[in-house]
T-cell receptor, first 114, second 110 residues
Framework: EAGVAQSPRYKIIEKRQSVAFWCNPISGHATLYWYQQILGQGPKLLIQFQNNGVVDDSQLPKDRFSAERLKGVDSTLKIQPAKLEDSAVYLC????????????FGDGTRLSIL | GESVGLHLPTLSVQEGDNSIINCAYSNSASDYFIWYKQESGKGPQFIIDIRSNMDKRQGQRVTVLLNKTVKHLSLQIAATQPGDSAVYFCAENNDYKLSFGAGTTVTVRA
């Protein structure tokens, strides 16, 4: 079974620029999650999709972050404009149905803001 | 092996000994718990899970214990190996949301 795929693996941008991350979940997984992991901390949920609908985006800074999951498969997360404090690893995860099943993570995109 | 009663950010263990990693969770309504292992440069890797109607679950070389009375979760690793060196996170599910703890860095001494 192929795992969660993410790209790019690394991204360096200057503050106020925009950036986008892509995620392809495990085939057949209905639920997709984006997490932000700041160095030395555990992952923090940004947004959760069930198929192509948003279940929870309460922790997403909506003034600069946006995410979509068109067709209920792949997803993109965008930051515009980026701030210095957005430097982190952005992880995508998927699970078969809801969050009370194992979530499987990709290796993330490491974002550095200059 | 080494045993810690409270959550510590780091744990050093001799190769071949047993490891015990502790985690205190915050919400008594949490109904599902997962342990993840994260190696440098990689995403969290699922190790084992347990639901709130159980107090113990065993996997290959790992055992998870759940004490709902004191909201405590532990991960036991038998015969710790160098490949077990990583950061270990516990996560609790509540209200369809998974919340992660601060993580414990495990270092295996040869």
């Amino acid at each position: 079974e192929a795992g969660v795929a993410q790209s790019p693996r690394y991204k360096i941008i200057e503050k106020r620029q925009s950036v986008a991350f892509w995620c392809n979940p495990i085939s057949g997984h209905a639920t997709l999650y984006w997490y932000q992991q700041i160095l030395g901390q555990g992952p923090k949920l940004l947004i959760q999709f069930q198929n192509n609908g948003v279940v929870d985006d309460s922790q997403l800074p909506k003034d600069r972050f946006s995410a979509e999951r068109l067709k209920g498969v792949d997803s993109t997360l965008k930051i515009q404009p980026a701030k210095l404090e957005d430097s982190a690893v952005y992880l995508c995860a998927s699970s078969q149905q809801s969050s009370n099943q194992p979530q499987h993570f990709g290796d993330g995109t490491r974002l550095s803001i200059l | 092996g080494e045993s810690v009663g409270l959550h510590l950010p780091t744990l050093s263990v001799q190769e071949g000994d047993n490891s015990i990693i502790n985690c205190a969770y915050s919400n008594s309504a949490s109904d599902y718990f997962i342990w993840y292992k994260q190696e440098s440069g990689k995403g969290p890797q699922f190790i084992i899970d347990i639901r709130s109607n159980m107090d113990k679950r065993q996997g290959q070389r790992v055992t998870v214990l759940l004490n709902k009375t004191v909201k405590h979760l532990s991960l036991q690793i038998a015969a710790t190996q160098p490949g077990d060196s990583a950061v270990y996170f516990c996560a609790e599910n509540n209200d369809y949301k998974l919340s992660f703890g601060a993580g414990t860095t495990v270092t295996v001494r040869a």
